[in-house]
């Protein structure tokens, strides 16, 4: 078993900053790529940051590419998320989760999932 955990969510402003983070911990020998994704009240849950397990190869949504960020510190079992430039519509609660197939943006293809942690961008 792996349990994900997310932290860092909050309330800002329209323009700022967050950085979220997701702490791995149980079975966490194997190499496995993680994702974000993201659930806005009432919409599916959108991918949004992909990462091998070495940190070389990213993958973004359009909607945040060039502004969020995705990183790992494997010592640290722990995957982060920074986001600049924030908007309004940026609004969700953020997830974490463990990928079952390299970089892929769907969903159905991560194993194990995080509780999730609220983003709220105010204008």
């Known amino acids: 078993q792996v349990q994900l955990v997310e932290s860092g969510g909050g309330l800002v402003q329209a323009g700022g900053s967050l950085r979220l983070s997701c702490a791995a911990s149980?079975?966490?020998?194997?190499?496995?790529?993680m994702g974000w994704f993201r659930q806005a009240p009432g919409k599916e849950r959108d991918f949004v940051a992909a990462?091998?397990?070495?940190?070389?190869?990213?993958r973004y949504s359009d909607s945040v590419k060039g502004r969020f960020t995705i990183s790992r510190d494997n010592a640290k079992n722990t995957v982060y998320l920074q986001m600049n430039s924030l908007k309004p519509e940026d609004t969700a609660v953020y997830y974490c989760?463990?990928?079952?197939?390299?970089?892929?943006?769907?969903?159905?293809?991560?194993?194990?999932w995080g509780q999730g942690t609220q983003v709220t961008v105010s204008s």
């Open positions: 989760a463990r990928s079952g197939s390299y970089l892929n943006s769907r969903p159905d293809t991560y194993d194990y």
């Open positions: 990462i091998n397990w070495a940190g070389s190869n990213t």
């Open positions: 149980g079975r966490t020998s194997s190499v496995y790529a």
